[in-house]
Nanobody
Framework: EVQLVESGGGLVRPGGSLRLSCAAAGFTFSSYTMTWVRQAPGKGLEWVSSINSGGGRTTYGDSVKGRFTISRDNAKNTLYLQLNSLQTEDTAMYYC???????????????????RGQGTQVTVSS
C-alpha cells in the first residue's frame, strides 16, 4: 500500500521560509518521479514541482520558479520542498504525489500523478 506522509507546514510571515518533507513507503521510491501539488482555498489543484527518480531532472511551475527547490533522498525514501521568499499567494494545502512512472510525461506538465498524500498546510500571513 502506497503511503505518503507530508510534514513541515505551518504559519510563516511573508518573505519567510519553510521546508516540507514527505516520507514515502509501500513502493520503490527510487524508481518513481515525485511531485508536489497544492490547493489554495476555493481553488483547484495546482502543480508546483516535480523531480525524476534520480533527482537530476527538476521542473517548476512559473509561480514558484526561483523561490522553491525540490529535492529527494532516495536512501531515506523522502521528498523535500524548500519554500523561500514566501508570499501570501502561496497559502495552500501542499500535497506530495507519486508519479505513474519515471518518464518525461511524469515530470513535464501536465504531469501524471498516481497517488497523493493527505497534505500539510502552509499559511503565509503577517
Amino acid at each position: 500500500e502506497v503511503q505518503l506522509v507530508e510534514s513541515g507546514g505551518g504559519l510563516v510571515r511573508p518573505g519567510g521560509s519553510l521546508r516540507l518533507s514527505c516520507a514515502a513507503a509501500g513502493f520503490t521510491f527510487s524508481s518513481y518521479t515525485m511531485t508536489w501539488v497544492r490547493q489554495a482555498p476555493g481553488k483547484g489543484l495546482e502543480w508546483v514541482s516535480s523531480i525524476n527518480s534520480g533527482g537530476g531532472r527538476t521542473t517548476y511551475g512559473d509561480s514558484v520558479k526561483g523561490r522553491f527547490t525540490i529535492s529527494r533522498d532516495n536512501a531515506k525514501n523522502t521528498l523535500y520542498l524548500q519554500l523561500n521568499s514566501l508570499q501570501t499567494e502561496d497559502t495552500a494545502m501542499y500535497y506530495c504525489a507519486k508519479g505513474v512512472g519515471d518518464s518525461a510525461t511524469d515530470y513535464t506538465p501536465p504531469v501524471r500523478i498516481h497517488y497523493r498524500g493527505q497534505g500539510t498546510q502552509v499559511t503565509v500571513s503577517s
